[in-house]
């Protein structure tokens, strides 16, 4: 295996890895939060995750803040996410994401539709030892997304820009993650051709009515699990998608 860097100091493995980065300076992030409000966001995401009975590392809890100040501030010019209160997105953005880490056991996670980075970015902050790849078909999702990588200096983080129907996931991811993008159905039929080599397609969604599920091809196991913790606004549950074994 042999490896090619480009003249930014990303270096892609020709197996068709994760790309990192080599050490490079990387600039200051811009203070947009004043700290009253920055310890206000930190002691709000340290009682969701209480709430949600997980732990994080201390560095990796103040890049989720440094992430949520960048989204804030991209989301002013933007338009990225409905959500344009910081401590709303504590909840709905942070919380949220991490509230499916708990069944994230792959080494290689894709996030298609990431959008802004959900759940993907947060999950991928959280869990540095795994890689993640982005995939959104938005330019300026993109670029917003490779601004993240390189302010927080994340090696762990691919973003690609690319439909999700007609890219190709290679090599095949151990697991696809998804934060309501559409319904079942039509998401397995994209993914078939990961799905069908053993990865796990994990829906986030809301309320899962009978018949979404039911739409699903019978070549396909789909178990649903429950997301829920104390001060939770909204339903939320997660759809595993996996095919069933060939007789």
């Known amino acids: 295996m042999t490896d090619c860097q480009d003249n930014m100091g990303w270096t892609r493995s020709d197996a068709g890895g994760i790309i990192r980065r080599s050490a490079l300076a990387v600039a200051p992030m811009p203070q947009q939060f004043s700290p009253a409000l920055r310890t206000t966001l930190e ?19 103040a890049r989720l803040i440094d992430y949520l100040e960048l989204l804030a501030d991209w989301n002013r010019a933007y338009n990225l996410t409905a959500v344009d209160d910081p401590l709303d997105m504590v909840e709905r953005h942070l919380v949220d994401s991490l509230s499916i ?7 290689r996670i894709h996030d298609v539709g ?29 670029r ?5 990588v390189r302010r927080l200096d994340l090696d762990n983080v691919e973003p690609v820009q690319g439909r999700i129907e007609s890219i190709r996931l290679d090599p095949t991811p151990d697991q696809i993650v998804a934060r309501a993008l559409a319904p079942l159905a039509r998401m397995v039929e994209w993914l078939a051709p990961a799905l069908d080599q053993g990865a796990a397609l994990q829906a986030m969604k809301g309320a899962l009515d009978a018949d979404e599920r039911a739409a699903v091809p019978d070549a396909y196991n789909v178990a649903i699990h429950r997301l829920s913790w104390p001060g939770q606004r909204a339903e939320r549950c997660l759809a595993i998608v996996s095919r069933r074994e060939r007789p």
């Open 43 to 61: 002691t709000r995401l340290a009682e969701g995750l209480t709430a949600l009975g997980q732990q994080l590392a201390p560095e990796a809890h």
């Open 101 to 107: 880490r708990p069944f994230i056991d792959g080494q």
């Open 114 to 142: 990431t959008g802004a980075g959900l759940p993907g970015m947060v999950l991928a902050i959280a869990e540095p030892e795994r890689s993640f790849v982005l995939v959104d078909s938005n330019g300026k999702k993109l």
């Open 144 to 148: 917003f997304l490779r601004q993240v």
